[in-house]
């Protein structure tokens, strides 16, 4: 395809953005015609600086593209212009898509059926296990889950919808074929295996930190809707939420623990309007269409948010003196909605050790 080797080439210019690509192909037409334009045509465009205009003309080398895309080849490294049907219609729809979006693994038209799911790199096991469960869950109802593989809540969306049998995107601030943390190596590997990576960098360039705000509207963009489970009030995952709420999708949000630093965003999140989420239900009823739950554990109470968070401790079995120290509260107020959860059969209580009911 002609386009693909000037669309590759224009993109991957230091200083072209995505806003000043497009801008560049409205006036000059084609990526072809800027690659072919004179350094005074390319002055007179007023999109671009001087600065960048001699970046455009001092890097017009055919045969270093060529060379690239042998390169992406050998990699098995799609790649997919925003000018295609095949790019995601949902990514193709937010203000300033990237021109080009790298793939290893294929992009699916049943991934537009998406829900971002992001959160604290150093997360509690409460966040951990909650983003396991709501990520596992949602696969199973024929979602894809779409994160960024960082630490914490990131890893723990991937893992669940893995675990789900499902399939989950990672969204890289970095080349595709460089796996970032290193730590999750292994956890790229298992995602490969039934869902893709994707980034709108070139191969190799590296994780600098400003790569990841545009990285976070790729996140978003990618989905019908974001959730976060547990961000500190600097979180760069409410970056994620603040495009979504650009991009005019829904976000949702996690209630948690009023004590915990980790909770601070995401209650902030609920309280200016984003929707709370105790169980699966609570994201399945916004989404278009028809979705049937087949969620294991799928809640059949509507719980508050002291219920939602001793529910989500209990997987494993808590007492009441671990309850204490996990959520935070007084003892008085755990005994209370303890014996209430008990009479409403959410929970129950063997030699002093508190199980979960709720079962498919």
């Not at 210019?13 to 006036?27: E, M, Q, V």
Request: glycine residues 8%; contains cysteine.
């Amino acid at each position: 395809m002609r386009d693909l080797k000037y669309w590759v080439w224009l993109s991957s210019l230091p200083g072209i953005g995505s806003r000043k690509f497009y801008n560049l192909i409205d006036h000059f037409e084609t990526a072809e015609n800027v690659f072919n334009s004179t350094t005074e045509e390319l002055k007179r465009c007023g999109v671009i600086n001087n600065e960048t205009v001699n970046v455009v003309v001092n890097n017009r080398s055919i045969e270093k593209i060529d060379k690239y895309l042998i390169k992406v080849k050998d990699n098995d490294v799609n790649v997919y212009l925003s000018s295609q049907e095949e790019y995601p219609s949902n990514l193709k729809n937010i203000y300033d898509p990237p021109p080009i979006l790298y793939s290893l693994g294929d992009l699916k038209p049943e991934d537009n059926e998406a829900i971002a799911i992001v959160g604290s790199r150093k997360a509690t096991e409460y966040g951990l296990k909650t983003a396991e469960k709501l990520a596992s869950e949602l696969v199973q109802n024929g979602l894809t889950v779409v994160s960024g593989m960082a630490l914490g809540i990131d890893a723990a969306a991937h893992k669940g919808a893995i675990k789900g049998g499902g399939r989950t995107i990672a969204v890289f601030g970095c080349g595709v074929t460089n796996p970032q943390p290193r730590s999750n190596t292994n956890l790229y590997r298992e995602i490969l295996k039934s869902g893709a990576v994707v980034s709108e960098y070139p191969l190799g360039i590296k994780p600098i930190p400003g790569n990841f705000p545009a990285r976070n509207r790729i996140i978003s963009g990618l989905s019908l809707g974001t959730l976060v489970v547990e961000a500190s009030i600097k979180s760069g995952s409410l970056i994620t939420a603040d495009f979504a709420l650009e991009q005019g999708r829904d976000v949702y949000a996690v209630p948690g623990n009023i004590s915990s630093p980790n909770s601070i965003g995401t209650n902030n999140l609920i309280k200016n309007g984003a929707k709370l989420v105790n169980c699966i239900e609570d994201i399945l009823y916004e989404l278009p269409g028809n979705y049937s739950v087949k969620a294991a554990n799928a809640m059949q109470f509507e719980l508050n948010k002291v219920e939602a968070l001793i529910t989500a401790l209990l997987e494993n079995g808590k007492s009441i003196d671990d309850l204490v120290i996990e959520t935070g509260m007084e003892i008085n107020e755990i005994l209370s909605n303890v014996a209430i959860m008990e009479l409403k059969g959410i929970i129950k209580s063997i030699n002093g050790i508190y199980y979960c009911e709720l079962t498919t």
